[in-house]
């Protein structure tokens, strides 16, 4: 059975390019890096949750958590990227 990504492919005409072994490690430190900084994220911003004063403050709080998440999630897709095309 063939993965979304690889159906995506075929669609596409793109080619699918083996990876090292030094690739997926790397793309593997990154997997984790960014799931280690999410969860960071997730604690500070809890923290700052639970002493929200007012509607406004929890909204901000919120806005914010949701901008720094995209921004780790947006490095590491690029990250993985040059690790793909290299």
Request: aromatic share 2%; with cysteine.
């Amino acid at each position: 059975m063939k993965s979304a990504w690889e159906l995506a492919l075929e669609r596409t005409g793109g080619n699918r390019k083996s990876l090292t072994d030094e690739q997926r490690e790397a793309l593997a430190d990154i997997n984790t890096r960014c799931q280690a900084k999410l969860a960071e994220i997730d604690i500070i911003y809890g923290d700052k949750l639970k002493k929200a004063a007012s509607q406004e403050e929890l909204d901000q709080i919120l806005a914010d958590k949701q901008v720094e998440s995209a921004s780790v999630n947006n490095q590491a897709e690029r990250d993985k990227e040059k690790i793909r095309n290299a």
